[in-house]
Every structure is written in C-alpha cells, then in structure tokens.
C-alpha cells in the first residue's frame, strides 16, 4: 500500500501534468482562432500574439516567434510614427 508522501507526490505531479496540458490545448486554440482571425472579422495579429505568450511558457519555438513579432512591431510602429511626424 503507498504511503501518504508517494500519494500527494503522484497527485501534485498529476496535477501539474494537467496545467501543463490545459496550457498546451489553450495556447494552440487562441494561436487557430487568430490564425483564423486573419481572414475572418477580428482581432487575429493580437490573437496570435496571445496564444504565442501562452504557449511559450512551454515551447521555446513560441517565445522566439512572440520576440520576433515584438521586434516587428516595435519596427512597424516606428514606421508610422515617423510618417505621422512627417506631416
């Protein structure tokens, strides 16, 4: 019969298994939904970045694809500041 340590060991790595899955699962449909949202009515840039920032808690591909859109953007925004100025 297992001890009372093994049990609350097995069921906080179970738990913890299952956040990480939660995470996984969210991440990958918020990252659909602004897929899709590219060509549908909708915020679908922004709705990628989200689910980029979820999923890079897990994945490193995520968290470099979320800095690279962050280095974009930052770009993008100085494009239009510069053509606002220049008016």
């Known amino acids: 019969m297992a001890t ?3 049990v609350v060991t097995m069921w906080i790595s179970t738990v913890t ?3 990480r ?3 996984i699962v969210v991440g990958f449909t918020v990252l659909a939904a602004g897929a899709a949202m590219l060509l549908l009515p909708g915020p679908g ?3 990628i970045a989200i689910g ?3 999923l890079s808690a897990e994945f ?3 968290r470099r ?3 690279r859109m962050k280095r974009h953007a930052g770009t993008a925004r100085d494009l239009v500041r510069r053509r606002h100025n220049s008016r």
Request: cysteine-free.
């Open 4 to 6: 009372l340590e093994t």
């Open 17 to 19: 298994q299952a956040k």
């Open 21 to 23: 899955v939660l995470k």
């Open 45 to 47: 840039i922004v709705t």
């Open 52 to 54: 980029l920032a979820i």
């Open 60 to 62: 490193v591909w995520a």
């Open 65 to 67: 694809w979320l800095e």
